[in-house]
């Protein structure tokens, strides 16, 4: 069985002039993973169901693993060096890292430490979803400015999976690969090679409790999904868990669309491009899917601000490009 760290590795000798700088992140992230998937598994016996008590910088009420979750990747990134700075969707400001080692990091990480953190309490599937940059400063503690960058300058983007099993999914550019932790030996060992969406699929994803607030293209579309077709395999299945994380891998193994779109309420949606819609766009590339936000492709986005909002429609190619087609043709 293959080790992450050995995959890594394997992947770093084919790359010039890698220095294992990349690797040794990718294990930290490894690392404060695995004090996740502990807590997450002991949810119900140790005291971290619940709220906290207070709210983040998205005023979203703080369940207690999201605290425990994000303080342990601050903790993991900081040691480890490697990284200079980093942006959590639980803090308001960029976190910098003020040792010289950090100082001397090559890399930024934008981080959303526990996604779906609502469902803990209902044992339903949640993660963690990360992506790296190159820092754009050339030394001292990293700026906001080595965060603002579009997704396309992604080196990295993967998500962690806290379900029946504990899986790893990333990729640095070639191709999409999932890692699966073997508790017993604590290590995470490669389980699916190569994922691939299909072109097609049979499912979407979307909370319809918000119909009455959707566009006329999304609601077309949604009616779309639902017709009566067997040459299109229509009318396709509704499946929505309310984790990006847990929709997401099932879109990627199974095949569909997840969307979050722009509403009345909330003309620009909900998730954020930095911490969740440009990892999982770059993942959804990768693995031969599409992301836009109904017209403009997701790693194109100019980020302007660490916590800025964007619809999102991902998943199986032509499923998304029928979306946007509803989109540019209705509104």
């Given at each position: 069985m293959k080790t992450l760290v050995e995959f890594i590795q394997e992947q770093q000798a084919h790359i010039p002039n890698a220095t294992g700088e990349f690797s040794r992140l990718m294990n930290d992230i490894g690392i404060a993973a695995k004090y996740v998937n502990r807590e997450v598994n002991k949810a119900g016996l140790a005291d971290i169901l619940g709220f906290e008590g207070h709210q983040n910088v998205q005023g979203e009420d703080q369940v207690k693993l999201d605290v425990f979750a994000n303080s342990h990747f601050i903790n993991a990134l900081e040691h480890g060096a490697q990284c200079c700075a980093m942006a959590s969707e639980e803090n308001e400001e960029l976190i910098t890292f003020e040792n010289s080692y950090s100082n001397r990091g090559k890399y930024v990480v934008a981080i959303d430490p526990i996604d779906g953190s609502s469902n803990v309490d209902v044992n339903v599937p949640i993660g963690t979803i990360f992506s790296i940059y190159r820092r754009k400063s050339e030394s001292g503690p990293g700026t906001?400015?080595?965060?603002?960058?579009?997704?396309?300058?992604?080196?990295?983007?993967?998500?962690?999976?806290y379900g029946s099993s504990t899986i790893m999914v990333y990729s640095a550019g070639q191709g999409v690969n999932a890692f699966t932790y073997e508790p017993s030996l604590g290590m995470f060992l490669l389980s699916h090679t190569n994922l691939r969406y299909p072109k097609d699929g049979t499912i979407y994803s979307i909370n319809e409790a918000n119909y009455i607030y959707f566009s006329e293209g999304v609601k077309r579309y949604i009616k779309y999904c639902q017709e009566d077709d067997k040459s299109t395999n229509r009318p396709y299945m509704t499946r929505y868990i309310g984790s990006l994380v847990s929709d997401f891998h099932r879109n990627l193994i199974r095949g569909g669309i997840f969307i979050y779109p722009g509403t009345k309420k909330n003309p620009n949606g909900k998730l954020r491009l930095l911490y969740e819609c440009n990892p999982m766009a770059y993942m959804a590339e990768q693995a031969g899917g599409m992301a836009t936000d109904g017209m403009r492709r997701i790693l194109d986005l100019q980020p302007e601000s660490l916590h800025q909002r964007t619809p999102i429609f991902i998943g199986s190619r032509n499923m998304v490009s029928k979306a946007s087609e509803f989109i540019e043709n209705f509104g």
């Open positions: 906001i400015i080595d965060l603002l960058q579009p997704g396309s300058q992604m080196v990295a983007a993967g998500y962690v999976m």
